[in-house]
């Protein structure tokens, strides 16, 4: 069972920056794609970015690509989401998530709400 713990979320005007970090309980982190999501008010959890084992292959959301940048760090089993030139349709609650394969997402925590000011 891997516990994700999600933080860095909270209030940020518009065309700001914030990193989101998640830590995970695992100590085969490194066996894992990680990934994070986001649902926004009334709206479904959609994808934002995943990164594979190593972090040598990454992958974004049309909306989100060239604004956020997802890497890992192994040997402190965390993910993080750079998120710069913030918009209010950012605003939403950000989750991290784990997984063997890019469509198996088997674990996941309990999300940090990012709110984004005009």
């Known amino acids: 069972q891997v516990q994700l713990v999600e933080s860095g979320g909270g209030l940020v005007q518009a065309g700001g920056s914030l990193r989101l970090s998640c830590v995970a309980s695992e100590r085969t982190f490194s066996t894992y794609f990680m990934g994070w999501f986001r649902q926004a008010p009334g709206k479904e959890r959609e994808f934002v970015a995943d990164?594979?084992?190593?972090?040598?292959?990454?992958g974004y959301a049309d909306s989100v690509k060239g604004r956020f940048t997802i890497s890992r760090d192994n040997a402190e089993n965390t993910v993080y989401l750079q998120m710069n030139s913030l918009r209010p349709e950012d605003t939403a609650v950000y989750y991290c998530?784990?997984?063997?394969?890019?469509?198996?997402?088997?674990?996941w925590g309990k999300g940090t709400l990012v709110t984004v000011s005009s």
């Open positions: 990164i594979t084992y190593s972090g040598g292959n990454t």
């Open positions: 998530a784990a997984g063997r394969t890019r469509v198996s997402w088997a674990y």
